[in-house]
Structure formats: structure tokens, C-alpha cells
């Protein structure tokens, strides 16, 4: 379990709800990985990832899918990738990732409350 924090913390992180308008494969990363573009709504706009969620996931099927992720952290440069969020999801017994997503629709950008 990693260490205690505070809700104050907690409430610093901006996890919002976005969806897959574009994904392409990604070829040059240095594990399997998934370039996506997710629209997070008119307040945020529409940002860059790159995800290793291959074990699960094929570019096309995720056209269209809402996944959440958190949009407060610094890009990071991945390869020829600027990746502007971080998708999150959780590792099945295998290790591959499994897309954390809401079970109802929700607004593309709302945040996790």
C-alpha cells in the first residue's frame, strides 16, 4: 500500500472522464503501446497519450470508448510521443492493463468526484 495522504492531496489530482476520438498503434515505443487522442470537453480540450494496453485493446476498439485519466500531471516526452495525460487502468493476473471506465455515460471532461 503506498503512504497515507490527506484528502487535501487527494482533491489535487484532476481525474476526468474523457473519450477516444483517435488511436493509432505505436510502433517505435520501446514496450507495446497505443498512441490515443481523447476529448476531455470544451474546458480541457482534446489531449495526447500514449497507453501499453495491447493485451486487451486494438486501436479501433477504442474509437469511441470513454476512459478515464488524469489530465494535472507535466507531458511527458515517449519516443516521438508527447504524451499530455495519463490513462489510467489496472493490471489483470497476467499484468496487461485493464481501462478504468465509468458503467453510465457521463460528459466527456467531467471530474471524478
Keep these: ?3 497515507t495522504l490527506s484528502f487535501d492531496d487527494f482533491l489535487k ?3 476526468r472522464a474523457g473519450q477516444v476520438v483517435r488511436a493509432e498503434p505505436f510502433p517505435e515505443a520501446r514496450k507495446p503501446a497505443i498512441k490515443l487522442w481523447i476529448d476531455f470537453g470544451p474546458e480541457i480540450g482534446e489531449k495526447k497519450s500514449s497507453a501499453q494496453i495491447t493485451a486487451h485493446y486494438d486501436p479501433q476498439s477504442l474509437i469511441g470508448k470513454t476512459v478515464m485519466a488524469v489530465v494535472n500531471f507535466p507531458p511527458r516526452q515517449i519516443g516521438p510521443v508527447r504524451s499530455e ?5 489496472v493490471p489483470d493476473d497476467t499484468g496487461g492493463i485493464v481501462l478504468i471506465s465509468p458503467d453510465h455515460a457521463v460528459p466527456a471532461g467531467g471530474r471524478m468526484a
Design 13 to 15: 489530482v484532476d481525474i
Design 1 to 3: 500500500m503506498a503512504e
Design 85 to 89: 495525460v495519463l490513462v489510467l487502468g
